[in-house]
């Protein structure tokens, strides 16, 4: 599955119902909007909007807002 971020005043909706989709997987891509890209699993906090994309095998975790996504690859 593949997402990105439009000008479309449901696309948050989107991104929030995807998000939730990703949490359940093993694995995700996520695309922000300063271009960088980073695989992993995600913890996502649906309440605040935010959460934690985790990658375990390059050793980094990066927080981030809905706001800050501009794609989403399952």
Not at 8 to 37: E, H, P
């Given at each position: 599955m593949f997402v990105e971020k439009q000008e479309?005043?449901?696309?948050?909706?989107?991104?929030?119902?995807?998000?939730?989709?990703?949490?359940?997987?093993?694995?995700?891509?996520?695309?922000?909007?300063?271009?960088?890209?980073i695989e992993g699993a995600i913890l996502f906090n649906e309440i605040k909007k935010s959460g934690k994309i985790i990658n375990i095998e390059e050793e980094i975790s990066v927080d981030f807002e809905i706001n800050d996504i501009t794609r989403i690859r399952l």
């Open positions: 479309v005043s449901n696309m948050g909706d989107i991104l929030l119902q995807n998000l939730k989709k990703a949490a359940r997987a093993d694995r995700v891509s996520l695309t922000f909007k300063n271009g960088k890209t």
